[in-house]
């Protein structure tokens, strides 16, 4: 078994765990800080949109000996703009312009066929209009909201409010954070993006509802035990499926970084940036926020509940007695058997020292008694 297969294991058993519930304010202080910086960022920059958004003109140019590199610069010369070049398969070169109109358009085309050595009639040019990319923008606006209102609908059925409202915020710190690099690294914004920023969604509420199922698993007759805090089983929910969350997060992430890394920055793939990005930083961020933000979210809501809140003292109130006594004050070693149980909890104050299972009297009979003879 691999060592971070061996530790899955151990961290399901709970034989060791990390205090992630415990810690929870240094983990809203960094996302905090985040978030906070992403929207500066966002407020400071703005997004860099595209020509599907603010319309603009697609140059298309026969075949030329001219680099993508030198057509690029010239094309910005001549239409004060950003542009984006791609080269085709017949040769020729594929330049968008964001922000121009029909005049400036013909200008563009006339400073191109000088610069690349080609026959003015020979470039095709394509204005594209922004009403199109508002379009897309309203509809995927309105399709946003419509999935966080039947999350939040589905969530609050098939677990409770508290948790909704949990993943609900962790979407949006999902979202915020992942705009925000998009403001601050300049990456262009297209539908591509978009689509991007709606699948990240998927992914970031399917790593949360796998530990608030295990939570919610975990939490069933919670007041019935004084064994465990409900932040207690919060923290063994998210260390029993640590292992899961990162093996799948990495799986996600290694397909993503390589057409972000290696096909839109090493191979020059300009446009596979407009989804790798988002993508990227939304995995991570998601599975981020399923541990750190969403669960540790979910306890502080639960802990104000009077029952949780009771449990909490009667916990407290049995460690203090138990180390009054010159017992350990520690917590015990969470077991499976031992919380599914209720009645082990009792038991297990009853009966002080190491359980014996008792002797068999045939126990022994009929072995080797050892002896030489």
Known sequence: MSKLGHLGARLIRGEVGYDFIG??????????LITITA????AVRGLNMGIEFEGGAVFTTPKTSVSAGTAER?????????????ELGTGGLRIQISGVDTAKSDQIKTALSKDLNVP???????????????????????????????????????????????????????????????????????????IGLLTILGYSLYDTVVVFDS????????TKQTRFTYSEV?????NGTLVRSINTTIVALLPVAGLLFIGGGFLGAGMLNDISLSLFVGLAAGAYSSIFIATPLVADLKEREPQIKALKKRVLAKR????AKGESAEAPEP??????????????????????QPASRNRGRGRPSGKRR
Do not use: C
Not at 23 to 32: F, T
Not at 141 to 151: A, D, K, P, R, Y
Not at 234 to 238: D, V
């Open 234 to 238: 919060a923290n063994r929910s998210i």
């Open 74 to 86: 010239s094309a910005e010369a001549a239409s004060s703009h950003d542009a984006i070049v791609q």
């Open 23 to 32: 810690k929870r304010k240094i983990w809203y202080g960094i996302s905090i």
């Open 215 to 222: 939570l919610k698993e975990g939490t069933k007759d919670i």
């Open 320 to 323: 203090a007695s138990a180390a």
């Open 120 to 194: 003015e009639a020979k470039i095709n040019a394509d204005l594209v209009g922004p009403s199109w990319g508002e379009t897309i923008a309203n509809k995927a606006w309105t399709g946003l909201i419509v999935f966080m209102i039947l999350v939040v609908i589905y969530l609050a059925i098939a677990f409770e409010w508290r948790m909704a409202i949990a993943a609900l915020v962790a979407l949006i710190h999902d979202l915020t954070i992942t705009v925000g690099i998009y403001a601050l690294v300049g990456f262009e914004v297209t539908t591509g993006t978009i």
């Open 335 to 356: 077991q499976d058997d031992d919380y599914d149980d209720p009645s082990d909890d009792e038991a297990a104050t009853a009966v002080v020292g190491p359980r014996h």
């Open 39 to 42: 929207i500066v960022g966002l």
